[in-house]
């Protein structure tokens, strides 16, 4: 026998081994299929509800029916549409979600089966709690902040929430300026940028489902500041503080105005705590420090050597040394994750605030204006002792002219 005779009959007894394989499948399908009938499923039973914010958890008894697929639910949303929640035959509990304004409604538990049969609705009450966005919005707090208002709230259950900001216009118009999206347990934000003269801000509460709050209204003069140059920034250091820097991350990074690597660091040689110094280049009246985290590799922020609590430190005058006394104390600042999550886990919110940068307000009643910094380094993120990293700061308060 030729080499292609032998080749054709290789062909042709894989062919048959292949044609055997499907059969032997086919035959497997056809063997756990369930038959297609007409009959109906039975009701769920021992139904009982647990209403809460915003919806109901429904558990029941599934019937015994050996072709069960699913149970579901019918039932109104608060705009008036009708939508249904599935569950698998094995889970014994449904959920009802999405529901705004505590309101009773009858809703329906049916059960279907592999046919496409569905049982006769079993009709049970629910009257839900109000959404949570309702409960956020009473704790909700506006207050006046340097160039415009900070706004606060308690978000217990850490449903996503989102908060939109809006801005009368000269129309008497409600213009959308911000939208602030969170899960956290507690929220704070400050919406900035405006001049120092009497402005009517507005805020509302959505949820995914579009239910929404009325609007918390109120008329502020936001506080005045600007942004110090950063041009006008340099290196210096007074007697007792030396300049020492990790090669290639020097000082001033943190002022070019660029979010990429490298800023600051410390070299391996400092022990925290540990001081920085540098000249503003100018007099002023701060308000706040907006600091930014090394995010690169992403997502770096609120890890290893980032700095998470510091202290600030001004004079305006260069005649100081490491000694605290002869230097005005400005505050003391932790950085604080949104999400409250432990070290080394991040929530998208969390990337976000990170790189709009940290604000970090100067409650102080000293108005003496300074132009010389000490940042005083105490704690990284990964509790380490040797190095600290920054990748930006920026001054915000009353330039002297």
Known sequence: ???????????????????????????????????????????????????????????????NDDDLLYVKVVYQMSDGSI???KSSAYTPKIVVEGLGVSKKQTVQLICGDRSGNESTPYLVDIEPMDAPIYEVQKSINIE??????????????????????????????????????????????????????????????????????????GTFTPLFEEQLDRLKFGRWNPPGIPYIALGGWDLQYIWNGLLTNPGYSTSWDVTLPHSITFNLGQMAQLNRIKVFQRWDPYPYVFSGYNVKRFQLWASPHPNVTQDFATWLFLGDFTSEKPSGLPL????????????????YIIENNNTTPVQYIRIHIL???????????????????????
């Open 344 to 359: 080394g886990q991040v929530t998208e919110e969390d990337i976000a605030y990170a790189l709009e940068g940290e604000d």
């Open 144 to 217: 006046v902040d340097f160039g415009g208002i900070r706004i606060t709230w308690d978000n217990p259950l850490r449903a996503n929430i989102v908060l939109t900001i809006y801005v009368l216009d000269e129309n008497n118009n409600f213009i959308e300026v911000q939208n602030v999206y969170s899960n956290s347990s507690t929220g704070r934000f400050s919406l900035r940028g405006f001049p120092s003269e009497e402005t009517t801000f507005a805020v509302s509460l959505r949820d995914r489902w579009e239910n929404k709050t009325d609007m918390l209204s």
């Open 83 to 85: 939508v249904e929640q």
């Open 1 to 63: 026998m030729n080499r292609i005779n032998l080749k054709k009959m290789y062909r042709i007894n894989l062919l048959l081994m292949l044609f055997a394989v499907l059969m032997i499948a086919c035959s497997e399908d056809e063997r756990w299929q369930y038959a297609i009938d007409n009959i109906a499923p039975g009701q769920v039973s021992n139904v009982v509800v647990e209403n809460v914010a915003g919806g109901a958890i429904i558990t029941y008894t599934t019937p």
């Open 379 to 401: 704690e990284t993120f990964d509790g380490g002792v040797n190095i600290a990293q920054l990748l930006q700061v920026e001054f915000y308060g009353q330039i002297e002219k």
